[in-house]
């Protein structure tokens, strides 16, 4: 439920998104719902996509020509990486280098920019998709959190407080520090214009959003819609 896709534009926007305390409400009432108190969302990374070949970052542009990409092995990033426009092959993560490197796949969506050094030699191209925001999050059990008194209670939420908008500036630092270093790791990095990147939105969204109803709920994505970055007419 956390990591939507399509449910922001780029780090500034996804802090937006994502430190929106209605929306942090809704994430509050799932998680009480199995036993957590949440206090919080933090980033891990945006995920890019890997290849050995140049193209158009855009779906029409994509589709043609049938580039077989990993995504991870969960139903909505399998659907996300095909609305993007390429042919998407789950994958555990660990096997995509020998993938590429034997043909077996043409390439990787879901590396973070931190993954970039596994691939030095393997493919020549970062492309800067963000189409989800990978994020985490802080929490403790709700049992234990409802024996604690107010003074205690208002000396964890202050210190998770303080570690999630660390989260924050931290890894969109390192972020920015990893893909600032992609030649070092013999690859082109390649950022989308915000035009690309709202043509990618716009298909996630059209394409993957109706089955995370199945998957989550249809109250429950529709509740999301409300606080997504709205997109460019």
Sequence with gaps: MLNVPGIGLGWEDSVQVYRDPKLLSVFDTVAAEVGWKLFGVYPLCNNLAIANERFTPVPDEVRPL??????????????????????????????????????????????????????????????????????????????????????????????????????????SAVDASYKARTADYGMEFIPLTKEQNVANIKEVRAKVWPALEEEIGKDLVDGLRQFASPLPE
């Design 66 to 171: 049938g580039l077989k990409m990993r995504s991870m092995m969960m139903k909505s990033d399998e659907l996300t990486v095909n609305a993007v426009g390429f042919r998407a092959t789950p994958m555990p993560f660990g096997e995509v280098g020998s993938a590429i490197t034997t043909g077996v796949i043409d390439g990787a969506c879901g590396p973070g920019a931190l993954d970039l050094p596994v691939f030095e030699g393997v493919t020549k191209y970062a492309y800067d998709y963000f189409y989800r925001l990978e994020v985490s999050v802080f929490i403790m059990s709700l049992k234990t959190w409802n024996t604690l008194s107010d003074e205690d209670k208002a000396i964890v939420k202050q210190a998770a407080d303080k570690a999630i908008a660390l989260g924050w500036d931290l890894t």
